[in-house]
C-alpha cells in the first residue's frame, strides 16, 4: 500500500470511529432518559455504532481487499438505514421553534429542543458515515479490479497493504506467470532469451550462455559458467563451436 492510500484509508477510518462514538454517546444518554419511548430506535442506534466501532478495529488490525468491501459495504448499507431512520424520526422539524418539555421515560420530561438538536447530531453523524464508508468502498474496489486487470489475481485474498494508489499501479512489477501459456499470449520472464521460434534460454546467475551451430545447421544454446581469467576479473571468454542436438 502506498502512503497516500494508507493514509487515506487510516484517516477515513478514525473520522468513522468519532462519528460512531459521538451517535454512540448520544443514543446511550438517550436511552437513560427515554426508554422504554423510542426504544427500537434508540437500540438500532447503539448496536449499529457500536458494530461499527467492532469492524473498524477488525479491519484495522488485519484486512484483505476482499473482506474490507465486504465490511464496508455492510456499514455503509447499516449507516444508510441509520440515517433514514433518523431523518424519519426527527423530519423536517426546525428546532429553534421548539419550546417546552416532551414526555420522557418513566413519567419525566425532557427539553423539545434539546432533544431535536441531539437528534438531529445523530442524523447528520448518520449521513456522513454513509458517505465516508460509500466513498471508502469505491476507492478500495476501483484500486482491486486495476490490480486485478494488471496481473495481479490474488489481490483480493492477498494483504490490504498489496493495494496501490491509481497512479502508482503502472510502475508494479508484473508477476512472473507459469511457462505454459494460452496460443496467443507472450510474457516476461527474467533472465531468459528467445531465438526465433525456438524455446527459451535461461541465463543462470554466473553464466553467460553459448549459442553453437553443429554440423546439421541447428543451434544449441548452452549455459556456461563464467571463468574469471588471468588478467582479472570482468573479462568473458568463448567457448568455441559444439554439436547441435
Known amino acids: 500500500m502506498t502512503s497516500l492510500f494508507r493514509n487515506l484509508r487510516a484517516y477515513a477510518f478514525v473520522l ?4 460512531s462514538i459521538i451517535v454512540l454517546s448520544l443514543s446511550a444518554n438517550f436511552a437513560t432518559k427515554f426508554l422504554p419511548l423510542h426504544q427500537d430506535y434508540l ?4 448496536v449499529a455504532s457500536g458494530v461499527t466501532i467492532v469492524i473498524l478495529l477488525l479491519l484495522a488490525l488485519r484486512s484483505t481487499p476482499l473482506s474490507e468491501l465486504i465490511g464496508l459495504f455492510f456499514l ?5 438505514a441509520m440515517g433514514g431512520y433518523s431523518t424519519d ?3 423536517r422539524v426546525e428546532c429553534d ?7 420522557a421515560g418513566h413519567g419525566n420530561t425532557y427539553s423539545a429542543g434539546g432533544y431535536c438538536r441531539q437528534t438531529k447530531v445523530v442524523q447528520s453523524f448518520s449521513w456522513a458515515n454513509f458517505m465516508l464508508f460509500s466513498l471508502m468502498f469505491l476507492i478500495t474496489l476501483s484500486l482491486s479490479l486495476k490490480a486485478h486487470a494488471r496481473g495481479f489475481k490474488k489481490i483480493w485474498l492477498g494483504d490490504i497493504n498489496d493495494l496501490g494508489w491509481f497512479d502508482e499501479l ?19 520472464y527474467p533472465n531468459v532469451t528467445t531465438f526465433g521460434n525456438s524455446q527459451p534460454v535461461y541465463q543462470l546467475p554466473g553464466h553467460s550462455v553459448v549459442i553453437t551451430t553443429g554440423p546439421n545447421g541447428q543451434q544449441s544454446f548452452v549455459p ?5 581469467p588471468q588478467g582479472g576479473p570482468g573479462s568473458i571468454n568463448t567457448v568455441p563451436g559444439g554439436t547441435g542436438p
Open 76 to 80: 455503509l448499507v447499516l449507516w444508510l
Open 43 to 46: 437500540i438500532f442506534s447503539i
Open 97 to 103: 421553534s421548539l419550546t417546552g418539555q416532551i414526555p
Open 89 to 91: 424520526v426527527i423530519g
Open 170 to 188: 503502472q510502475n508494479n512489477p508484473q508477476p512472473y506467470l507459469p511457462l505454459s501459456q494460452q496460443p496467443g499470449q507472450s510474457y516476461v
Open 16 to 19: 468513522a470511529a468519532v462519528a
Open 224 to 228: 556456461q559458467p563464467v571463468p574469471q
